[in-house]
């Protein structure tokens, strides 16, 4: 019959982290406090935003969004990889590795159409300001917002199904600390190069259209900002532009890193890939903080603290 007397792969190993021999306890308090300090911080901004009536608007909205998914991202790879680190629990099942796939992928996706709709809010904030109530109503911001989930939901399910449709057959050892496409894909034995092309094409695909739109965004802000004849103005655009600009700036350098060089070598792509479950959905909360007095105002009332109204 021809056919080659494999045993179908039901569970993988995830190597973690290379080149870690003798760091794991070290390493395991480290992603633990970014991880805890990560919940921390979107919980709090999530709960000061619902808490305050006077955060009840679009941009706010949105960081609501921005808070869940930090914590749904962080929450994909770091448990298993504290699991790993502490106790050299390697196995996942087959349908844990899926789960990582389609979860990476729709929640990095989400995260980046959600930026692209944070950059229009601002664009229509500040070069159409008396408009802006209009054209952001609730109805909009909602339909915006579901768009981003709906549509990476469906993105994710195609490159999760693409991939998990293959058989594997062979090795089950993933060389990395969380499934994603690209290490897992290799494992296959069949040909990939449908899933590889699809991926490699979605995955740049998004974020540079998304990138592409952000930048327009912010090409007609500036444009308007300097238009702006009164100083005070300029700086209260520039302050409710800048923390979003960070943040656009920390989630596409480690993207462009990882997928627009295909062959970096692993000592790189490992610490970016890091960096984007690790950090970055720590430094969030901080970035949209340190220099906004609403949420400040709104933190202090929800500790029970004293406000100080604007004025």
């Known amino acids: 019959?021809?056919?080659?007397?494999?045993?179908?792969?039901?569970?993988?190993?995830?190597?973690?982290?290379?080149?870690?021999?003798?760091?794991?306890?070290?390493?395991?308090i480290t992603f633990l406090a970014f991880y805890l300090c990560t919940l921390l911080g979107n919980l709090l901004i999530f709960s000061a935003i619902l808490a305050d009536p006077r955060l009840h608007t679009p941009m706010y909205f949105f960081l609501c969004n921005l808070s869940v998914l930090d914590i749904g991202i962080s929450s994909i790879s770091i448990p298993k990889l504290l699991a790993n680190l502490w106790a050299q629990s390697r196995f996942i099942s087959r349908g844990g590795c899926m789960s990582q796939v389609f979860f990476w992928h729709f929640l990095g996706s989400t995260e980046c159409l959600l930026y692209t709709v944070m950059a229009y809010d601002r664009y229509v904030a500040i070069c159409h300001p008396l408009r802006y109530l209009l054209v952001m109503n609730r109805r909009v911001c909602a339909l915006l917002a579901a768009g981003?989930?709906?549509?990476?939901?469906?993105?994710?399910?195609?490159?999760?199904?693409?991939?998990?449709?293959?058989?594997?057959?062979?090795?089950?050892?993933?060389?990395?600390?969380?499934?994603?496409?690209?290490?897992?894909?290799?494992?296959?034995?069949?040909?990939?190069?449908?899933?590889?092309?699809?991926?490699?094409?979605?995955?740049?695909?998004?974020?540079?259209?998304?990138?592409?739109?952000?930048?327009?965004?912010?090409?007609?802000?500036?444009?308007?900002?300097?238009?702006?004849?009164?100083?005070?103005?300029?700086?209260?655009?520039?302050?409710?532009?800048?923390?979003?600009?960070?943040?656009?700036?920390?989630?596409?350098?480690?993207?462009?890193?990882?997928?627009?060089?295909?062959?970096?070598?692993?000592?790189?792509?490992?610490?970016?890939?890091?960096?984007?479950?690790?950090?970055?959905?720590?430094?969030?909360p901080a970035i949209y903080t340190l220099r906004n007095k609403e949420v400040k105002a709104a933190l202090r009332k929800l500790r029970g603290g004293p406000t100080v109204s604007e004025g």
Request: charge should be neutral; proline fraction near 5%; aromatic fraction near 12%.
């Open 148 to 284: 981003t989930w709906i549509t990476s939901c469906f993105h994710a399910t195609i490159l999760t199904s693409l991939t998990f449709t293959l058989p594997y057959c062979g090795s089950n050892v993933v060389d990395y600390f969380f499934c994603d496409i690209f290490p897992v894909v290799k494992l296959a034995c069949a040909d990939t190069y449908v899933i590889e092309t699809v991926s490699f094409t979605n995955i740049g695909v998004v974020p540079m259209t998304c990138f592409l739109l952000i930048l327009a965004s912010y090409v007609r802000i500036i444009y308007s900002v300097l238009k702006m004849n009164s100083a005070e103005g300029r700086r209260k655009a520039a302050s409710t532009c800048t923390s979003h600009l960070v943040v656009v700036t920390l989630f596409f350098g480690p993207c462009a890193l990882v997928y627009t060089q295909p062959q970096l070598s692993k000592v790189l792509v490992t610490p970016v890939h890091i960096f984007g479950n690790v950090v970055t959905p720590m430094l969030n």
């Open 1 to 28: 019959m021809g056919l080659v007397n494999h045993t179908m792969v039901t569970h993988f190993i995830l190597l973690g982290i290379p080149n870690t021999d003798g760091l794991q306890t070290i390493l395991f």
